[in-house]
Structures are given as structure tokens and as C-alpha cells.
């Protein structure tokens, strides 16, 4: 640095000192940041931080503040006094407490845009609290696939540090507290109920004709097996006229023999008869019979299901509602 520019910087100094002792902020701060420009002196900003307060641009002197000590601890040109030193932390001590430390958490969801009173503010979580003046805070969130969130704060006390934790919905999650989807969530249940009352009326109507058919198959493999029985045993009985043929002597009346011979001959083909139908009848009755039976098993599994509602939100530019859908 040149000794002109370090004599100009000097003097723009000694002239924004002279105007904050005349409460001339504006002035002295156009030259505090004129000096600072060529000469980064913490010195100089000690002074640029009170120009700043006297214009009520307290963040900004909060910053100037900062900056401040980051500067002193890499300056070496000039000796930075000590009672510079403890009056720049009275200094920020008084704007500390004259201002608003913000940290905002959001919830379920972090990357959130955070605008303060308009201005962009980052993305949560951020790294340090938002600072700002007492009065009116308005916060407004975004987050894509959420819903716009805005709130706003009113404290006039400085020197707070506040929490706001804000929890973001989706539109579904929104809709879902709307009379809308209340009044269609009580339709949906009411439907619900009458789908398994139909279908449970209409389950059991089927088991009722199933076991109808059931009871007349099992009667008729009754039937058929009584049928083979009878057979069997009228089959039986046709070998005592043919034993009496066969031991007929020659005095034995025609007359006798005869009827013995047609008595047997009848036996045995009414036996072969009953035993074909018995036999027949049973195994087609056996059939339907077991058929039957499944059936209504399966249909007493199905009575047991519950019938499946789901429900979805319909969302679209033109219309929103509930879209609901039936399974059995």
C-alpha cells in the first residue's frame, strides 16, 4: 500500500468521525466505506458499525461487527487498541440484544426454501439463526410436493433467540382434513358395510343351494347303494330254486320245476338289474355329492374375507375428491 493512499484513507476516516459526532450517519458512512475500501482497518469499522446503527441499519452493524474480528486477527500495520477492542464488544452487545435470532426447523422434510418478510433466506436446516429486527417476522416455506406454508411472528423484544419448528403437508395429507374427504370417508364406510352385507347374503344363498344339492345326491347314493345291496342279496336268494332244480328227481311235477326254473331266471336278472342301477346312481351321486360339498367349503372360506374399499385423493387442475374402489 502506498503512503498516498494510506494519508487518503486517513483522512476520509478523521472526516466520517467528525460526521458521526454530528450525527451526520449518512455522510459518515458513505466515507468510513470509502476508507475501508482502500485500507481494511478494523479501526475503521468500529466507526463504520456506529454510522450503521445511527441510520438503523442495525444488521448491518452486526455484520461490520463481525467482520471486525476476523480482521483483527490478521492485522499488523497498526496496534489496535485495547479499549478499541471493548468497545466494539459493548457495541455488539447492545445490537445483540436490540435484534432477533431465528432458528426454524421443519418437519418431516429438510431442503425447505426459507423467505423471510420476501427475501430468500437459504434452505433448512440452516447453518446459523436468522437475525432480524423485533416487529413483524412473516416466514414463508417451500418445498416441492408440499403445500406453500406461511406464518408470521410479532415480537417486539429484542435480544431473543426463538425456535419455530413447522410442520409441511402435501396436498393429500391437507385434503385429508377437509370436510370433503370427511363426508366421503363416512359414504366410503357405509358403502363398505352394505358391499359385505351383499355379499355375505349373496355367499350364504349359494351355501343354502349347494346344500340342497348336496341333500339330494346324498339321498340318491343312499338310494343307489340300497339298490346294489338288494341286488347282491336278491342274487343270493336266486341259487335256492336253482338248488331245488338241481336236485329235482324225475317224479318231480313239471308244474314245480318250472316255476322254480322262471322264480330263479327272474331273481337273476332283477338282481343284475338292481345292481347295475345301484351302482350307476352311486357313482354319479358320489360325484355331485363330493362337489357339492367343496363347493360349500369354499364358499364358507370366502364368507370369512373381508371385502377390500380402497381409497385414493383424486387431485388435478380441474377437479379433487376421493376415488374409492372395491375388490372380492
Known amino acids: 500500500m502506498s503512503p498516498e493512499n494510506y494519508i487518503y484513507a486517513s483522512k476520509l476516516t478523521v472526516l466520517g468521525i467528525n460526521k458521526l459526532k454530528t450525527q451526520d450517519f449518512k455522510d459518515a458512512k458513505f466515507l468510513l466505506e470509502k476508507a475501508y475500501t482502500i485500507i481494511q482497518s478494523p479501526n475503521i469499522l468500529l466507526h463504520l458499525a456506529k454510522s450503521l446503527q445511527g441510520i438503523g ?68 436446516p440452516l447453518k446459523e439463526p436468522i437475525i432480524h429486527l423485533p416487529g413483524v417476522i412473516r416466514i414463508t416455506l417451500l418445498k416441492k410436493g408440499y403445500l406453500r406454508k406461511e406464518i408470521q411472528i410479532i415480537e417486539k423484544r429484542g435480544g431473543l433467540s426463538l425456535l419455530k419448528e413447522i410442520k409441511l403437508v402435501t396436498r393429500e395429507e391437507e ?37 340342497k344339492v348336496e341333500y339330494i345326491f346324498l339321498g ?57 342301477i345301484g351302482l350307476f346312481t352311486g357313482a354319479v351321486s358320489w360325484y355331485f355329492y363330493d362337489t357339492s360339498r367343496k363347493k360349500i367349503t369354499h364358499l364358507k372360506s370366502s364368507l370369512k374375507k373381508q371385502t377390500t374399499i380402497s381409497f385414493s385423493p383424486v387431485i388435478s387442475p380441474e377437479i379433487s375428491g376421493i376415488g374409492i374402489s372395491a375388490s372380492f
Not at 422434510?109 to 434452505?123: F, R
Not at 352385507?197 to 349359494?206: A, D, F, H, P, V
Not at 347282491?232 to 314245480?256: C, H, M, Q, V, Y
Open 57 to 124: 441499519d442495525i444488521k448491518g452493524a452486526r455484520k461490520v461487527l463481525i467482520e471486525f474480528k476476523k480482521r483483527i486477527a490478521v492485522w499488523n500495520l497498526t496496534v489496535i487498541k485495547k479499549s478499541t477492542v471493548l468497545k466494539v464488544l459493548e457495541l455488539f452487545k447492545i445490537i445483540e440484544n436490540s435484534l432477533i435470532k431465528l432458528t426454524i426447523k421443519t418437519i418431516p422434510v429438510e431442503n425447505v426454501q426459507i423467505y423471510i418478510n420476501g427475501k430468500e433466506a437459504g434452505l433448512t
Open 175 to 211: 385434503l385429508k382434513r377437509t370436510k370433503l374427504f370427511k363426508e366421503t370417508e363416512t359414504k366410503r364406510r357405509i358403502a363398505q358395510i352394505k358391499l359385505m352385507k351383499e355379499k355375505r347374503t349373496k355367499l350364504n344363498g349359494q351355501i343354502d343351494n349347494w346344500k
Open 220 to 276: 340318491l347314493l343312499i338310494a343307489g347303494t340300497v339298490s346294489s345291496l338288494s341286488g347282491i342279496i336278491i342274487g343270493g336268494l336266486s341259487f335256492i330254486p336253482s338248488s331245488r332244480l338241481d336236485e329235482a328227481s324225475k317224479n318231480t311235477p313239471w308244474k314245480s320245476v318250472e316255476d322254480d326254473y322262471n322264480l330263479a331266471t327272474t331273481m337273476r336278472q332283477t338282481s343284475a338289474v338292481l345292481t347295475v
